[in-house]
């Protein structure tokens, strides 16, 4: 079964506003989850790493005001676009690590700005 | 720099037929991992298959087998008997420190 969830799974939004996407690890203490995000027949980019009771590393090239990451329990991070744009629309997922540095993906969230 | 090349951009085969999707990578590291994802058209990374570089003998899962040529920097992945629900995106990929490095990934489409 699915060891990390993601909500929501699809969301469509206007402009200008604030979206939050939530990733569960549910079988696993995970103090590290991944933010990836995905275009349309495309590889996926890390955006960043986020670390349950700190600050999240973000890689090169991602506004880190823009793309806002609370990992606040062992069980749950958020990332959250801040003002979307239409050029924010993507698909995104989140990982966790397991036993052999694999990691265990979420089924994904698309995000839709009008 | 650490860097995953994949040169199929799509492969066809025939249902119950094997297929062999290629991978290259490069790296300086002297400890590293490979993996192999499969990402149907839901959307969703199935993690297949895990290779360690100091493994001696090539992964194996079911019908997922890696072809490991350390020398050569390879790690295709042979999917043997292909059957319809095959047909999807595959990402090779290899883990730099924590992070995942991903390749562009290979479309695979099993025909009857």
């Known amino acids: 079964g699915a060891v990390v969830s993601q909500h929501p799974s699809r969301v469509i939004c206007k402009s200008g506003t604030s979206v939050k996407i939530e990733c569960r690890s549910l079988d696993f203490q995970a103090t590290t989850m991944f933010w990836y995000r995905q275009f349309p027949k495309k590889s996926l980019m890390l955006m960043a790493t986020s670390n349950e009771g700190s600050k999240a590393t973000y890689e090169q090239g991602v506004e880190k005001d823009k793309f806002l990451i609370n990992h606040a329990s062992l069980t749950l991070s958020t990332l959250t676009v801040t003002s979307a744009h239409p050029e924010d629309s993507s698909f995104y997922i989140c990982?966790?690590?397991?036993?052999?540095?694999?990691?265990?993906f979420g089924p994904g969230t698309r995000l839709t700005v009008l | 720099a650490q860097k995953i090349t994949q040169t199929q951009p799509g492969m066809f085969v025939q249902e119950k037929e094997a297929v062999t999707l290629d991978c290259t990578y490069d790296t300086s590291d002297p400890s590293y991992g490979l993996f192999w994802y499969k990402q149907p058209s839901s959307g969703e990374m199935i993690f297949l298959i895990y290779q360690g570089s100091y493994d001696q003998q090539n992964a194996t899962e079911g019908r997922y087998s890696l072809n490991f040529q350390k020398a050569r920097k390879s790690a295709n992945l042979v999917i043997s008997a292909s059957q319809l629900g095959d047909s999807a995106m595959y990402f090779c990929?290899?883990?730099?420190?924590?992070?995942?490095?991903f390749g562009t990934g290979t479309r695979l489409q099993v025909f009857p």
């Open positions: 990982s966790r690590q397991g036993l052999y540095n694999e990691q265990f």
């Open positions: 990929a290899m883990r730099h420190t924590d992070k995942l490095i």
